[in-house]
């Protein structure tokens, strides 16, 4: 089993929509998490960190299930602009361990 | 605001020519790394540095060697370009000790081996 699984899409959205995004991990242990965007033939760009508590970035909110293990993603009113590949990434004790990506579709 | 950067942003090599993509970042982070990006597979970690005067191999190192100059800079080199080496290669870099902070990436190195 990968490290790191994503749903590799692609999710095509109408825009105004809401889209969620499940990353599951298999290391227990790892205790940063974060979500990436990555543009097509860009660098991928920290989008967010993901905390326990949850945490909210105007139409974005990451969560952190550690009992089931998995990360989400989810936005809120999608923008055209919002089409991109979504990364999920993990850690433990070694560097981070990226997903292969989820990619997203904003259709007008 | 330069971050990351990496030299040359384009390349095309014969089979069996060397190379050495430069990457040199100015956030004073502790922490580099060296990527490769291949359609489906996602980025896979070829060589990492968690501080100065210290490199580790990642996931799939074969075929490469890396140097930590300094603080500043991490080069990867190529002795024997092959075709299995055509891909997008990045660099990052990440601050503090560890290696659980998240990193910031260079724009990349479109490389093509002929």
């Known amino acids: 089993r990968k490290e790191v699984e994503q749903d590799p899409g692609p999710f095509n959205v109408p825009e105004g929509a809401t889209v969620a995004f499940n990353c599951t991990y298999s290391n227990s242990a790892s205790q940063s998490f974060f979500w990436y965007r990555q543009d097509c033939r860009k660098e991928p760009k920290l989008l967010m960190s993901v905390y326990s508590s949850g945490n909210e970035d105007g139409r974005f909110t990451a969560q952190l299930n550690r009992a089931s293990q998995y990360i989400s993603l989810l936005i809120r009113d999608s923008k055209l602009s919002d089409s991109a590949t979504y990364l999920c990434?993990?850690?433990?004790?070694?560097?981070?361990?990226f997903g292969k990506g989820t990619r997203l579709s904003v259709i007008a | 605001n330069a971050g990351v950067t990496q030299t040359p942003k384009f390349q095309v090599l014969k089979t069996g020519q060397s190379m050495t993509l430069q990457c040199a970042q100015d956030m004073n982070h502790n922490s580099m790394y060296w990527y490769r990006q291949d359609p489906g597979m996602g980025l896979r970690l070829i060589y990492y540095?968690?501080?100065?005067?210290?490199?580790d191999k990642g996931e799939v190192p074969n075929g490469y060697n890396v140097s930590r100059l300094n603080k500043r800079e991490f080069s990867l080199r190529l002795e024997s370009a092959a075709p299995s080496q055509t891909s997008v290669y990045f660099c990052a870099s990440s601050e503090g000790q560890g290696l659980n902070q998240p990193q910031h990436f260079g724009d990349g190195t479109r490389l093509s081996i002929l």
């Open positions: 990434v993990g850690s433990g004790n070694t560097p981070l361990v």
């Open positions: 540095s968690a501080s100065e005067g210290t490199t």
